[in-house]
């Protein structure tokens, strides 16, 4: 009997490894999305698959049947165990570099209130730079202006070109800018000889690793590496998209903080984001933004009670771990297949209206930059978002648009569409699009004229 238990245990677990999740339980796991909708905007909300919304229900419960006991003997030890998983995934040196937090955004907060404090203490000056790239996240900048330039920081964009044609592009910009960010700068009054001058440094560069719009996969290492040779203090690494969508690894970035959504591209439901902080003075003066009791245990302790609330997102990465598990390849096959489907599907569309990619295939992740035909009129971002609507209200296509500028000439391409790619994405998904734009030409929709 035991033998014949064995034996079914041991071909259970061979059948469980050979045997992937089928098409149907895709989309079993995803009948919950709007089956109108061809959604190619997985980049802004992710998704969370069937099974991972069942567990963060159990936890919900879990909590909701005995509060104390959930406090007192689950709650830490499973957001250990959590934030243990990502350590391993992302390759840190120790689980306390790894907080769980609720989005990038907060860890944007974490990581610049740091740096505003330094400001205000004095130990960065009045006019020491914070650099970050042009095309970084809108809410990342507000952050900048409400903790760096409130506090006296300057802030130094790098001006990044698109349509890129290669890596070398954004280095060249990057080291430009860094010069700029170190050159000398005049203080005091020159005519009555009080003029002093004095060298500005950058103390924090605040870098992206997958931009959000235009989409780019940004040369992380090569820039972290550039700013230790020109002594900028610190290095903050927005990588909202990464994970699942990109290769992470927090010893090769070599980044002091770094920021990853899991809501994004790992399957968790919203909203979880895990804070990498390399261990190291710096990390001493991160602060959770909600102060709660375990103020000044460190970042990722401060992080696992700010206050009651449902911490269930954070609790299920185990789950979005077994889900990923029943890929080939886990994680890495399904960002590697997202990867090949949406540049075929991004080439397919370029062929269909004789436009082009908005960078190389490698400089993309999980989503491609997609030239949109220049007789669309798109002049402004407000067009941009009329078409976006109208693809949406007329089309049930989900696609962001990004305005570039005006046209060079009548012919040139002045919007981008960002298609992304999910495990439950179909094929018809892009020829619906396609189609809905070939429509709209055909009736002579202009943005403009609309
Ligand atoms: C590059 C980048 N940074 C930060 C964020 C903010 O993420 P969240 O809204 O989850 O905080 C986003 C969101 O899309 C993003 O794309």
């Given amino acids: 009997m035991a033998d014949q238990h064995q034996n079914g245990d041991t071909h259970l677990s061979k059948r469980t490894k050979l045997s992937y999740i089928t098409d149907e339980e895709i989309e079993a796991e995803f009948s919950h999305h709007d089956p109108e909708v061809a959604r190619l905007n997985n980049g802004a909300f992710g998704c969370c698959p069937a099974s991972v919304l069942a567990a963060q229900r159990q936890w919900q419960l879990k909590n909701l049947r ?13 957001l250990l165990r959590s934030r243990s998983i990502i350590k391993e995934l992302v390759n840190a040196e120790h689980v306390d570099e790894i907080s769980l937090v609720d989005n990038a955004s907060t860890a944007t907060a974490i990581v610049l209130q740091q740096a505003s404090w330094a400001f205000h203490d004095g130990t960065f000056g009045k006019g020491d730079a914070v650099l970050v790239l042009h095309h970084a996240y809108g809410a990342v900048k507000k952050a900048l202006e409400a903790y760096v330039a409130r506090a006296g920081g300057a802030i130094i964009e790098v001006p990044l ?7 070398n592009d954004v280095v060249r910009e990057f080291r430009k800018a860094v010069e700029i960010g170190k050159s000398e700068s005049q203080g005091g009054d020159e005519e009555n000889g009080t003029a002093n001058r ?5 103390r924090l560069a605040v870098i992206d690793h997958v931009t959000s719009m235009p989409s780019v996969v940004i040369p992380v290492k090569e820039l972290v590496s550039i700013c230790r040779e020109e002594g900028v203090d610190q290095v903050f690494v927005d990588a909202a998209h990464a994970i699942g969508c990109t ?3 927090m010893q090769e970035i070599g980044a ?7 809501h994004k591209w790992f399957f968790c439901p919203p909203s979880v984001a895990f804070l990498y902080a390399r261990r190291s003075s710096k990390s001493r003066d991160l602060h959770h933004p909600v102060v709660s009791h375990e103020y000044g245990n460190g970042i990722a302790v401060e992080s696992s009670w700010a206050g009651n609330r449902d911490y269930s997102a954070q609790l299920v990465v185990p789950a979005a771990v077994d889900f990923v598990n029943r890929f080939e ?3 890495e096959g399904i960002r590697k297949r997202n990867h090949d489907v949406v540049v075929e599907m991004g080439n397919m569309l370029v062929e269909a209206w004789g436009t082009h990619l908005g960078c190389p295939p490698h400089m993309s992740a999980s989503m491609v930059m ?3 035909p ?10 941009a978002l009329k078409l976006r609507t109208r693809l949406r209200d007329h089309f049930g296509v989900e696609v962001p648009i990004f305005f570039r500028g005006p046209a060079d000439d009548h012919r040139s391409v002045t919007a981008y569409a960002r298609i992304s790619r999910q495990v439950y994405n179909k094929v018809a998904d892009y020829y619906k699009f396609r189609d809905a734009v070939n429509q709209l030409l055909q009736d002579g929709f202009t943005s403009t004229a609309s």
């Fill in 66 to 78: 005995q509060p104390d006991h959930f406090y007192f003997n689950d709650l830490k030890s499973n």
């Fill in 161 to 167: 070109p698109f349509p890129l044609t290669s890596e």
């Fill in 198 to 202: 004095t060298r500005n440094r950058i």
């Fill in 247 to 249: 290769r992470v690894d």
């Fill in 256 to 262: 002091d903080f770094y920021t990853s959504n899991l």
């Fill in 329 to 331: 390849g886990g994680i």
């Fill in 370 to 372: 997609v030239g949109l």
């Fill in 374 to 383: 220049p007789s669309l009129g798109i002049s402004s971002d407000s067009d």
